[in-house]
């Protein structure tokens, strides 16, 4: 059984910090590409970020502020958020897949998703 957990999220104001951590496990890849989408209210699910081996790409509104690491445990992956601006609000999702490619263009296994809320 294939279980994304995602952590982190809440309440943030704008300028600031916050990450987000997902532990992967039963996805039925050696090495999964792991990634983050967001989905903002009344709009399209959106890719963020994502990471293979040493390969990271993001999405043209998180570059420079935004950074994607593996974490210490196999098959975790961390979010990095800086500067933090209110169109960032969204329930993000932590997305699982055999490759970069396929993880950013169409997510694969995902987990249940974790508000994120950039607010003064």
């Known amino acids: 059984q294939v279980q994304l957990v995602e952590s982190g999220g809440g309440l943030v104001q704008p300028g600031h910090s916050s990450s987000l951590s997902c532990a992967a496990s039963?996805?039925?890849?050696?090495?999964?590409?792991m990634g983050w989408w967001r989905q903002a209210p009344e709009k399209k699910r959106e890719f963020v970020a994502a990471?293979?081996?040493?390969?990271?790409i993001y999405a043209d509104s998180v570059k420079g502020r935004f950074t994607i690491s593996k974490g210490s445990a196999e098959n975790t992956v961390v979010l990095q958020m800086n500067n933090l601006l209110p169109d960032d609000t969204a329930v993000y999702y932590c997305?699982?897949?055999?490759?970069?490619?396929?993880?950013?263009?169409?997510?694969?296994?995902w987990g249940q998703g974790t508000q994120v809320t950039v607010s003064s």
């Open positions: 990471i293979a081996g040493h390969h990271t």
């Open positions: 039963g996805v039925p890849f050696n090495n999964p590409s």
């Open positions: 997305a699982a897949d055999a490759s970069l490619q396929l993880v950013s263009q169409r997510g694969g296994y």
